[in-house]
Antibody
């Protein structure tokens, strides 16, 4: 059974940093691109970042460039999202997702909540 | 990176059909067939309904279908059921090597 489980979400002050993790199981992790997607309260889904199979290629949404870093450890079946200079607008549930079919995200984790507030 | 345009809400009765449109540009929806649709029930993770404009993953009901014309993609749900009440999102790969979502459409089954 394919599973993705995020962790690391927390309450953090504006300007702070946080690292999210997503541990996967049930498939060959090193064969898949991975993504992070977020959903702010009352808002829609927003794509955040993507990483290729080997971790050498990454892409980011404009709001994430320079502040967020996506990475992965294929030995640990884990993808990470390092976030810094967090603002209240970054408050959201963050999901990791597998890129499984023609750039479609076929498996998602349940999400982890990041709250940015003073 | 502007989001794709979706109507905010739609409602219909059980058994009816509805179509949700998703408008982008030549740089995303119009330029690629990497259009996907997701369903999200409250408090749960999104579920992939359609990929490659009109292909269904294994296990997704044939009541869900997708299409595209120019810069606009569409999701049609036929034979509406109570459990179809959810938020629906379109998404597309873009020419900037990024992905973009629509703002989401809230479907209410009356």
């Amino acid at each position: 059974e394919v599973q993705l489980v995020e962790s690391g979400g927390d309450l953090v002050q504006p300007g702070g940093s946080l690292r999210l993790s997503c541990v996967v199981s049930g498939f060959t992790f090193r064969n898949h691109w991975m993504h992070w997607v977020r959903r702010a309260p009352g808002k829609g889904l927003v794509w955040v970042a993507r990483i290729n199979e080997e971790g050498r290629e990454t892409n980011y949404a404009d709001f994430a460039k320079g502040r967020f870093t996506i990475s992965r450890d294929n030995a640990k079946n884990t993808v990470y999202l390092q976030m810094s200079s967090l603002g209240v607008e970054d408050t959201a549930v963050y999901y990791c997702a597998r890129d499984g079919v023609a750039f479609g995200f076929d498996y998602w984790g349940p999400g982890t909540l990041v709250s940015v507030s003073s | 990176q502007s989001g794709l345009t979706q109507v905010a809400s739609v409602s219909a009765s059980p058994g009816q059909s509805i179509t949700i449109s998703c408008t982008g540009t030549i740089s995303d929806v119009g330029g690629y067939n990497f259009v996907t649709w997701y369903q999200q029930h409250p408090g749960t993770a999104p579920k992939l309904l359609i990929y490659n404009v009109n292909e269904r993953p294994s296990g997704v009901s044939t009541r869900f279908s997708g299409s595209k014309s120019g810069n606009t993609a569409s999701l049609t749900i036929s034979g509406l059921q109570a459990d179809d009440e959810a938020d629906y999102y379109c998404s597309s790969y873009t020419s900037s090597y990024t992905w973009v979502f629509g703002g989401g459409t809230k479907l209410t089954v009356l």
